[in-house]
């Protein structure tokens, strides 16, 4: 079936450095790959998405590269603020068996003034 | 866009128990989600539904888990004989998916937190 790998937490940053989360995925066919993330006290929401092979989906300064070829899907941020502190989920809906989105463990960041 | 809303926000039961959740999505979203979650984990996929049929259930759920959408709205999720293996938090989210439509983001509510004693 589907899975989600993502590396473990937490992160720990200081305020302006460079931030990668890994994500990696098994599905079959061409499932569309996403982040959530879940700020302190809220609940889960949409960060980011790619749908397709070599999209890129970006907000808020994040990025993530849709990469078949890995079977990844990786988070940056070029520099990260004490407000980043959160939870990030990487997750995939997959296009065959079903329209349910499969979700990560989760890491969690920290990021020290 | 009122949101996904969720009914209790805390729920404490004595095991054995039943008890029962309410979930009301974004009024124009036809799917309808029930994922659970525990301390450190990503959310565990449970059973959807597509207007009120209900199209998919985890082969992990027990069969003391039951969920509804009657009329395609609103949606509740029963847990009979409650176990402390079942304390969670309960996360219901919903989308807008049209025909093959996978790419559709979800929306989560709060949640309701259980705890069994």
């Known amino acids: 079936g589907n899975s989600v790998t993502q590396m473990e937490g937490p992160v720990t940053l200081s305020e302006e450095a460079f931030l990668t989360i890994n994500c990696t995925y098994t599905a079959t066919g061409y499932p569309s790959l996403f982040w959530y993330v879940q700020y302190p006290g809220e609940g889960l929401q949409l960060l980011l998405k790619a749908t397709k092979a070599d999209d890129k989906g970006s907000n808020k300064g994040f990025e993530a590269t849709y990469r078949k070829e890995t079977t990844s899907f990786h988070l940056e941020k070029g520099s990260v603020q004490v407000s980043d502190s959160a939870v990030y989920f990487c997750a995939l809906t997959g296009n065959t068996g079903g329209f349910k989105t499969i979700f990560g463990a989760g890491t969690r960041l920290f990021v020290k003034a | 866009d009122t949101g996904v809303s969720q009914d209790p926000r805390h729920k404490i039961t004595k095991r054995g128990q039943n008890v029962t959740f309410r979930c009301d999505p974004i009024?124009?979203?036809?799917?309808l989600y029930w994922y659970r979650q525990t301390l450190g984990q990503g959310p565990e996929f449970l059973t959807y539904f597509q207007n009120e049929a209900q199209l998919e259930k985890s082969r992990l759920l027990s069969d003391r888990f039951s969920a509804e959408r009657p009329k395609g709205s609103f949606s509740t999720l029963e847990i009979q004989r409650t176990e402390q293996g079942d304390s969670a938090m309960y996360l219901c989210?919903?989308?807008?998916?049209?025909?093959?439509?996978?790419?559709?983001?979800?929306?989560f509510g709060n949640g309701t937190r259980l705890t069994v004693t």
């Open positions: 009024s124009e979203h036809n799917r």
């Open positions: 989210a919903s989308s807008l998916g049209e025909g093959g439509n996978y790419n559709s983001p979800l929306h």
